[in-house]
T-cell receptor, first 110, second 115 residues
Framework: RKEVEQDPGPFNVPEGATVAFNCTYS??????FFWYRQDCRKEPKLLMS???SGNEDGRFTAQLNRASQYISLLIRDSKLSDSATYLC???????????FGAGTRLFVKA | DTAVSQTPKYLVTQMGNDKSIKCEQN?????MYWYKQDSKKFLKIMFS???????INETVPNRFSPKSPDKAHLNLHINSLELGDSAVYFC??????????????FGNGTRLTVT
C-alpha cells in the first residue's frame, strides 16, 4: 500500500462547479498534513495546511479525519485558474519525512 | 529575492558523466530536502538534512551523494549518470524547530536530461 494515495483524476469541471478531492494515508502516527498545488513544469506551492478541526481559506476547505486516515479538499466556485495538479502531503513520525501523493489533476473549463 | 534557489535550471548531459546541482535557501530554515519528480510526475523524497546532518536517505543509489556544507546549502552530486536519472530534481526547505507543522518551500527545480 502506498504511504499516501490520491485519485489521479483527471477531474474535468465547468467554471463555477464545486469539486472535492480525497486522500488517504497509511501511517496512523502521521503528524502534519498539507495540500499543495503544482502547475505544469513548476514547483509545488503550498495551498493550505490541514488541521484536525478543519479549515477554510476563501473558496478552499480542507478536512482531516484521523480515525479514517483521510484528508479532503473542497474547491467551491471553480475558476479557470484553479486548473492544476493538487498534491496531498503528509509528514510522518518525527516530523522530517514529508511524503507526497501522486496528485490529482484538475481541469476547469469555461 | 528568491527564498530557495537551485542551479542550474536545465542540465543536459551524456550517460556516464558526473554532475552537480546546487541549492541555497535564505529562509533560515533548519531542514533541507531533495526530491525527484519523474516522467509520471510522482514526487519522491531522496534525502533530507537537518542542521547539516543527514536524517533521511531513501533507497537512493550510492551514485547520488548529497552534501550540506552549512544549513543554508544542500548540494547533490550524481556520478555515472544513467538514462533513468532523467527527471526534475527539486530542492526544498522547512523549519522543523519545535513544530512539525511547518510547510515545505520549494526551489524552481532542475530539469536533468541524460542522453
Amino acid at each position: 500500500r502506498k504511504e499516501v494515495e490520491q485519485d489521479p483524476g483527471p477531474f474535468n469541471v465547468p467554471e463555477g462547479a464545486t469539486v472535492a478531492f480525497n486522500c488517504t494515508y497509511s501511517n496512523s502516527a502521521s503528524q502534519s498534513f498539507f495540500w499543495y498545488r503544482q502547475d505544469c513544469r513548476k514547483e509545488p506551492k503550498l495551498l493550505m495546511s490541514v488541521y484536525s478541526s478543519g479549515n477554510e481559506d476563501g473558496r478552499f476547505t480542507a478536512q482531516l479525519n484521523r480515525a479514517s486516515q483521510y484528508i479532503s479538499l473542497l474547491i467551491r466556485d471553480s475558476k479557470l485558474s484553479d486548473s492544476a495538479t493538487y498534491l496531498c502531503v503528509v509528514t510522518g513520525t518525527g516530523g522530517f519525512k514529508t511524503i507526497f501523493g501522486a496528485g490529482t489533476r484538475l481541469f476547469v473549463k469555461a | 529575492d528568491t527564498a530557495v534557489s537551485q542551479t542550474p535550471k536545465y542540465l543536459v548531459t551524456q550517460m556516464g558523466n558526473d554532475k552537480s546541482i546546487k541549492c541555497e535557501q535564505n529562509l533560515g530554515h533548519d531542514t533541507m530536502y531533495w526530491y525527484k519528480q519523474d516522467s509520471k510526475k510522482f514526487l519522491k523524497i531522496m534525502f533530507s538534512y537537518n542542521n547539516k546532518e543527514l536524517i533521511i536517505n531513501e533507497t537512493v543509489p550510492n551514485r547520488f551523494s548529497p552534501k550540506s556544507p552549512d544549513k543554508a546549502h544542500l548540494n547533490l552530486h550524481i556520478n555515472s549518470l544513467e538514462l533513468g536519472d532523467s527527471a526534475v530534481y527539486f530542492c526544498a526547505s522547512r523549519e522543523i524547530g519545535s513544530s512539525y507543522n511547518s510547510p515545505l518551500h520549494f526551489g524552481n527545480g532542475t530539469r536533468l536530461t541524460v542522453t
